[in-house]
C-alpha cells in the first residue's frame, strides 16, 4: 500500500483525456479476468455520448468527473456517464485507502436526489464501504460486460440473401445508419454533426463502422472502437432496426465485426449489455465469458 505518497485531487478536462485512457488500459491489464471500464468505453463516452446529451441541453458529463493522482500518475477516477445519478469507480489496487474518499465525494458533488454506484460484482471493497455508508444493492439490476477470446474462434455467418455486410467507407449511408440507431433505440437521432465529431475520436475507423444493407436500407449495425494496445475490440453500439429484428442479423453483425478483428490478428472481443436477456443473447451470437455489474443506491438527504 502506497499511503505514504502524495495524492492530490482535481477536476478532468479534455487535457487529460490521453491520461485517462491510458490508465484504464492500466487497470485492463492488471485484472483482465475482471474487466470495468474498457479504454473504448471511455472514448464512446467522450466522443457521442457526451456531445449528444449536450446538443439536447443536459449537463456537462466532464463536471462529473473527478481525478486522484499521485506524483505523476492517474490513481483513481469516479465519474457519471450520461451524466445522471449512476457513477462508476476506477482505482488502482494499489491505493485503495483513497476508495472511500471518492465514494464521499461523489455523494457530496452530485446535483440528483439520490446516487448509483455500480461495482464488479466480486469488488468486495466497495461493497463493503457502502454497506457502511447507507447504500443499498439493487438486487433486480444488472449490467455485464460480456467477451470471448478470439483465438479460439471459428467465424459462423449466416446472412438472408440480398443482405450484405458494409463498412462506413463514405458517408452514402450515414443518414441511414443513424435512422437505423433511433429507431432501434427508440430514441432521437442522433445529430449528424454529432455523428461527424465522434468519427474524430483517435480509435475510430471507419473501416470497423459496420452495417447491414438491404435494398439501401441500413438494418443492423456495430462500431468496434479497436485496442491495439490491449490487443481487443470494444462493441458498442449494436443495434438492429425493429422492422429487421428476429432474422439472425444482430447475430451476424457481432459475429461479422469478430471475424474482421480476428483476421487483423486482435485477440478479445467486449461487448457491454444491460440485463439477463441482452446477455443471453450475446452469448448467443458466440460471446463466452461475462462479469457481472450492480448498482448500489442512496437516497441523499441534502436533495429531499
Known amino acids: 500500500m502506497k499511503n505514504s505518497k502524495h495524492i492530490t485531487t482535481s477536476k478532468y478536462d479534455d487535457s487529460q483525456y490521453d491520461n485517462v485512457i491510458e490508465f484504464l488500459g492500466e487497470l485492463y491489464r492488471l485484472d483482465p479476468e475482471h474487466p470495468y471500464w474498457l479504454p473504448g468505453r471511455w472514448e464512446y463516452a467522450a466522443y457521442l455520448v457526451s456531445p449528444l446529451y449536450l446538443s439536447r441541453g443536459k449537463p456537462d458529463w466532464r463536471k462529473t468527473i473527478r481525478l486522484w493522482k499521485d506524483e505523476k500518475n492517474i490513481v483513481g477516477i469516479i465519474h457519471s456517464e450520461n451524466p445522471n445519478e449512476n457513477y462508476y469507480i476506477h482505482l488502482h489496487p494499489e491505493y485503495e485507502y483513497i476508495r472511500e474518499e471518492m465514494i464521499e465525494w461523489a455523494e457530496k458533488s452530485t446535483p440528483f436526489k439520490k446516487i448509483q454506484i455500480w461495482l464488479n460484482e466480486e469488488d468486495s471493497s466497495s461493497e463493503k464501504i457502502l454497506n457502511n455508508r447507507g447504500f443499498t444493492l439493487l438486487d433486480k439490476s444488472y449490467d455485464y460486460l460480456n467477451w470471448r477470446d478470439l483465438s479460439k474462434y471459428e467465424p459462423s455467418i449466416e446472412i438472408p440473401d440480398k443482405y450484405s455486410f458494409c463498412s462506413l467507407v463514405d458517408d452514402t449511408y450515414l443518414e441511414s445508419k443513424i435512422d ?87 485477440s478479445y472481443a467486449y461487448v457491454g449489455a444491460s440485463g439477463n436477456d441482452r446477455k443471453s443473447f450475446y452469448f448467443k451470437a458466440g460471446f463466452t465469458k461475462s462479469v457481472a455489474l450492480r448498482p448500489w443506491k442512496k437516497n441523499l438527504r441534502k436533495n429531499l
Open 180 to 266: 437505423c440507431a433511433a429507431k432501434a433505440f427508440n430514441s432521437k437521432k442522433v445529430p449528424k454533426s454529432v455523428y461527424k465529431f465522434m468519427q474524430t475520436a483517435p480509435s475510430y475507423k471507419r473501416a470497423y463502422d459496420f452495417f447491414i444493407l438491404y435494398k439501401e436500407k441500413v438494418v443492423s449495425l456495430c462500431i468496434v472502437w479497436l485496442d491495439k494496445e490491449n490487443n481487443l475490440g470494444y462493441i458498442e453500439p449494436v443495434a438492429t432496426h425493429p422492422e429487421f429484428q428476429r432474422q439472425g442479423l444482430g447475430k451476424a453483425i457481432l459475429n461479422y465485426a469478430m471475424k474482421q478483428l480476428k483476421e487483423d490478428q486482435i
